[in-house]
Nanobody, 120 residues
Framework: QVPLVESGGGLVQAGGSLRLSCAAS????????MGWYRQAPGNERDLVAT???????NYADSVKGRFTLTIDKAKKTVYLQMTFLKPEDTATYYC??????????????WGQGTQVTVSS
């Protein structure tokens, strides 16, 4: 198991900023990918941004230039800095971690979700 603890969601006005964080714990030997997905009511869960353990990042077109993903490897924590937020960014944001545990087994974990609401 790879427990995840998310924090940082909330209500913000359009144009504002928020930072999400997600800390992984447990018997992790190697973090392979960390990132965030989001799901608005009635929609599918979509990729926001991910980053591999080697630092290769991937962003959804809708957030490029506004959101920045960083990873603190020592803390096994991923951060999503969101700026110039828009009402269409409103969604539940889910942390996702793909890691290899101490026994060489690949694990996929999802956070419980944190709500981001952007008012116009």
């Amino acid at each position: 198991q790879v427990p995840l603890v998310e924090s940082g969601g909330g209500l913000v006005q359009a144009g504002g900023s928020l930072r999400l964080s997600c800390a992984a714990s447990g018997p992790i030997a190697r973090v392979n990918v960390m990132g965030w997905y989001r799901q608005a009511p009635g929609n599918e869960r979509d990729l926001v941004a991910t980053m591999t353990g080697s630092g290769s990042a991937n962003y959804a077109d809708s957030v490029k230039g506004r959101f920045t993903l960083t990873i603190d490897k020592a803390k096994k924590t991923v951060y999503l800095q969101m700026t110039f937020l828009k009402p269409e960014d409103t969604a539940t944001y889910y942390c996702n971690v793909r890691a290899t545990d101490l026994w060489g087994i690949d694990r996929v974990a999802w956070g419980q979700g944190t709500q981001v609401t952007v008012s116009s």
